[in-house]
């Protein structure tokens, strides 16, 4: 019913910057919040940046400062700015949003496939 498709992971020399996106497609009534996790090898996924349907956002101290979560409620849009990326956040970005869809009064989680930034001179 509801589909995430991230894009705009790659590779980075350190110190450079990217752009991901991830749009939410389906038979969506409602997104309450959009966020962006990581996971690197032989780690836990992690939440690295989340922002809910009125703006509020809330970020990794691993990233504050240097990524910036944003997004776009009329096309079902996140997106998160990575600068000054070190190696250290290479990893897999898995984008996830708490959506409602028409056939349900609830919220579900939903996942994206992820998308692998790599950062590496």
């Known amino acids: 019913q509801v589909q995430l498709v991230e894009s705009g992971g790659g590779l980075v020399q350190p110190g450079g910057s990217l752009r991901l996106s991830c749009v939410a497609s389906?038979?969506?009534?409602?997104?309450?919040?959009m966020g962006w996790y990581r996971q690197a090898p032989g780690k836990q996924r992690e939440l690295i940046a989340r922002?809910?349907?009125?703006?509020?956002?809330n970020y990794a101290d691993s990233v504050k400062g240097r990524f910036t979560i944003s997004r776009d409620n009329a096309k079902n849009t996140v997106y998160l700015q990575m600068n000054s990326l070190k190696p250290e956040d290479t990893a897999v970005y898995y984008c996830?949003?708490?959506?409602?869809?028409?056939?349900?009064?609830?919220?579900?989680?939903?996942w994206g496939q992820g998308t692998q930034v790599t950062v590496s001179s």
């Open positions: 996830n949003a708490d959506i409602r869809v028409y056939s349900s009064p609830f919220y579900s989680g939903y």
């Open positions: 389906g038979m969506i009534f409602s997104i309450y919040a």
């Open positions: 922002i809910i349907n009125g703006g509020s956002t």
